[in-house]
């Protein structure tokens, strides 16, 4: 039996954009998703650098 793999699309969530047009525009302009976060800050964590995506409420109920 032969193990079949069929891709129906592409999808992008990574910390410099959500979305094929958003990380194409990213990533052919040089545009970084690695940024300070302020909630590791409140929350005391020593290293305040994170690669967090972008997402809102209507990415996540889509």
Do not use: W, Y
Not at 4 to 32: C, E, Q, W
Not at 34 to 56: K, M, R, V
Request: contains cysteine; glycine residues 12%; proline residues 6%.
């Amino acid at each position: 039996m032969d193990n079949r793999v069929v891709i129906t699309g592409l999808g992008v969530v990574a910390p410099n954009g959500v979305g094929i047009a958003d990380f194409t525009h990213a990533i052919k302009n040089g545009i970084s998703g690695i940024q300070h976060n302020p909630e590791l800050e409140a929350l005391g964590f020593s290293c305040q650098i994170s690669g967090t995506p972008p997402l809102t409420q209507e990415h996540i109920s889509a």
